[in-house]
């Protein structure tokens, strides 16, 4: 399927050999199109490379000669500059790309000379931020009166809420525009140009070789997200977080929803402000959101509706747009993951009947954190019968959960000596022993032994050093990642109304 919105890939090299290799690679990748940046060559013969070029590239080009006052690294003679643009388009190019601040002399001097099948893109870059809504129309409308055939204009995201206005821009146009927000935070412009009308993106052959901040891999696009399935129609789903790059949730959401055909796309939003973000991506155009650290305790604030256990744990991991009123409802998938894997590890088996009770009633059952999956897991425990003990590193966060849900607190100190029974539960739901700082662990081993089933929420690594000391003290473990897998399952059911295809779940996470 084509997509609608074109795969372009950077092409920069020091010699015109190196370009034709890198256009090959272009093609095997997937890209629909290639951007000689001239100004990276650093031997250039214009007469005789252009037409070389051109003759060998296996896709249609796109020449950029770009200045050093606009970003490029050209800094020769400007009139040399736009005589070669003009050889490229002479010799066959499909697409040239001249600066708005050369533009109207550029388009002036090839009236009447341009090959019918050469489009000129009229480009502005913005490396500071992203202007109004209103100024980048003005600026759409000041490109096109040059006569470009294709507007493009580049700004920088400061905020992800910036990208919003391109693609209000890019929606609304009568002509082509190329509209990309640069930057880790404008990464969501580079990927939802089918569904936002955008021309065309920028896809790199390999990771970190960029010619602009915060451009992807063409595999990326293909593989990652489904880039050539997008369209007006496609459903925006994402995980919210700061940081979020490290995020497996858009290749286990995007592989699944590609598996049952369903129209969706799932991508990371690096949020700094949650509440700026939801009323910016208010339309049921974004459809669902995960949400992560840190800010799942103020995305419940922006909730109209939120699910009455996710509003006693006080922190929401799940977020619906209803499609019938785009009211934002809460939920918290967390506690049911992670309250679940222990289920099935008490009792051994892959679901747990809970019409025979949970083997969770009557133990004790020791959290160590206060935070967000702190809360998921004291308040699930309490929901089963156990007798909650809340362990943290600020006391008074511990104090303040035990009394919600109806538990006891101690400091994180008293945990090693704290042992009132055996056949304990233990789970820790800090950070406390995640990669990189695998070495660290939240209990001394030797105290260990008072407990039948250690959990951790940390999933990188997958066996945490508490819970390799913890199996060799006896205890049963379930790692972070089971947790991971029974919260993904409840979020993809509630995203798609569909039932999660947990085989494929679990053969995605294994291999990555
Ligand atoms: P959070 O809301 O920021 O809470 C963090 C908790 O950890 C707080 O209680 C904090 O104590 C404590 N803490 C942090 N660093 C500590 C340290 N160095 N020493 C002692 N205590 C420390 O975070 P969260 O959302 O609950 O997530 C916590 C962990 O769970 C993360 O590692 C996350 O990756 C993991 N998690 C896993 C899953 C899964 O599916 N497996 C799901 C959610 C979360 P203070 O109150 O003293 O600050």
Known sequence: MNSLTLICAPVMADTVQQMVTLMIKSKECGADLVEIRL????????????????????????????PKWEGGEYEGDEGKRLDVLRLAMERGADYIDVELQVADEFINSITGKKPENCKIIVSSHNYQSTPSVEDLGNLAVRIQSTGADIVKIATTAVDVTDVARMFHITASSQVPVIGLVMGERGLISRILGSKFGGYLTFGTIEPGKVSAPGQPTIKDLLDLYNFRHIRPDTKVFGIIGKPVGHSKSPLLYNQSFKSVGFNGVFVPFLVDNVRNFFETYSSTDFAGFSCTIPHKEAALQCCDEVDPVAKSIGAVNCLI?????????GYNTDYIGAITAIENGLTGTNFTDVRSGSPLAGKIFVVIGAGGAGKALAYGAREKGARVVIANRTYDRARELANVVGGDAISLSELESFHPEDSMILANTTAIGMHPKVDE????????????????????????????????????????????????????????????????????????
């Open 39 to 66: 100004d990276h060559l650093k031997l250039f013969n214009p007469l005789q490379d252009v037409p070389f070029i051109i003759n060998n590239s296996p896709l249609p080009t796109l020449f950029t000669y770009r």
């Open 441 to 512: 662990t939240p209990v001394p081993k030797h105290a260990l032994k008072h407990y039948s089933l250690v959990f951790d929420a940390v999933y990188t690594p997958k066996i945490t050093r508490l819970l390799r000391e913890a199996e060799e003290a006896g205890a049963i473990i379930v790692n972070g990642l089971e947790m991971f897998i029974g919260q993904a399952y409840e979020q993809y059911e509630r995203f798609t109304g569909l039932p999660a295809p947990k085989e494929l779940f679990r053969k995605i996470l294994g291999e990555h």
């Open 321 to 329: 747009k209803r499609p019938n009123d785009g009211k934002l409802l």
